[in-house]
């Protein structure tokens, strides 16, 4: 079956070319992974803007309780901020490759937990199509993997609807800028 997810990761080479880094990505070989796409009927910018924006992410995001970058200016390779979700207290997340509007890679260890995290970025004419996919190794992991896969499948379903909704806002009278 041709998906969006197949397509991506095809077009993936294409996009970096010969002379660009190579893809970062998931472990392959975790025991929980999870992949999700979403369109979202919103310009490319502010759909970037709002989910690189750590610090405004319990703004719109109901499981992040807090979000506080680490490092100044625009999340770049070695950028960190520290979070809470889930139960998940005091991540600390570090930017391992970006490609501003197109691709995002993040991770970091959790409680034993060792994420990494890719989001892409496509602007089509139906709207912006986002692609996510997480990967999760370490020993809470390996010892309760059917639970923390479905935790994770969840929790970016709730993300990718919650990222929609945020972005299709249109602002208000008294506002002349988007969220």
Not at 2 to 27: E, H, M, N, Q
Not at 72 to 87: M, N
Not at 140 to 151: G, M, W, Y
Request: with cysteine; glycine share 6%.
């Amino acid at each position: 079956m041709y998906t969006f997810a197949t397509a991506l990761l095809t077009a993936l080479p294409l996009a970096f070319g010969s002379a660009g880094p190579s893809p970062v990505g998931i472990d392959e070989k975790a025991p929980v992974i999870t992949r999700d796409d979403i369109v979202i009927d919103a310009p490319l910018d502010r759909v970037w803007r709002i989910q690189t924006d750590v610090d405004d992410w319990p703004a719109w995001q109901p499981a992040v309780s807090a979000s506080v970058k680490q490092t100044p200016g625009p999340l770049r390779p070695g950028s960190s901020w520290v979070w809470s979700t889930e139960g998940l207290e005091n991540i600390t997340s570090t930017v391992k490759q970006v490609r501003p509007k197109h691709r995002i890679v993040w991770g970091g260890p959790a409680q034993g937990i060792t994420a990494v995290h890719v989001w892409t970025f496509t602007q089509a004419e139906d709207g912006v199509h986002v692609h996510t996919e997480e990967s999760w190794t370490g020993e809470p992991v390996t010892a309760n993997t059917a639970h923390l896969q479905q935790a994770l499948d969840a929790s970016l379903d709730h993300w990718l609807h919650n990222l929609k909704q945020r972005a299709e806002q249109r602002p208000g009278p008294e506002s002349d800028t988007c969220p």
